[in-house]
């Protein structure tokens, strides 16, 4: 009777363990799956602004370049005329001016938009650990109701099997 009582406890603990097993690589693989969106989505997100603020920027700079390259044509040509040509260089002035807001206002839109996707990354970051740790629980709760189950269902068939 000890001895059947003794392999009922070893097959309720491999039964238990292979539960625990089952359980915990199944919470893993959901885990790791729901992370590794995350982070995939974030990736795209990043390099999709990145991608955007290096085109807006290279066209501004091609602008400039373009520019600057039409000043100095304009400047070899008109030497003879300084009034003319003090009015190109003052023309020249104004729009690298410009150009130079437009690049200092890219660049903040751009730190702006990186600070918003840390803060927005953070925030997706503290809900996968909330739902995690919500998994856990839940999980923990489970087996320990597995466990009370089962001992119950153990000690239930040994109390027949002594009737009996």
Do not use: C, P
Not at 7 to 13: F, G, L, P, Q, Y
Not at 24 to 49: A, M, N, P, Y
Not at 77 to 92: D, G, H, N, S, T
Not at 96 to 104: A, H, N, V, Y
């Amino acid at each position: 009777m000890l001895e059947r009582f003794g392999s009922d406890i070893s097959k309720s603990i491999v039964n238990k363990r292979k539960r625990l097993e089952t359980l915990t690589t199944q919470s893993l693989k959901s885990s790791t799956r729901k992370v590794e969106d995350i982070f995939k989505h974030q990736h795209g997100e990043r390099q999709k602004l990145s991608e955007s603020y290096n085109t807006q920027v290279m066209n501004v700079i091609q602008q400039w370049e373009s520019d600057v390259n039409k000043i100095k044509d304009h400047e070899e040509k008109l030497q003879a005329l300084l009034r003319q040509q003090q009015k190109l260089f003052q023309q020249a002035r104004t729009v690298q001016t410009q150009r130079l807001k437009t690049i200092r206002q890219l660049h903040e839109q751009f730190t702006k938009g990186m600070t918003d996707l840390e803060t927005r990354h953070q925030d997706q970051y503290s809900n996968v650990q909330v739902e995690l740790r919500k998994e856990m629980n839940l999980l923990q709760k489970k087996i320990l109701m597995d466990t009370q189950n089962q001992e119950m269902a153990n000690v239930r068939k040994s109390l027949q099997s002594m009737l009996w």
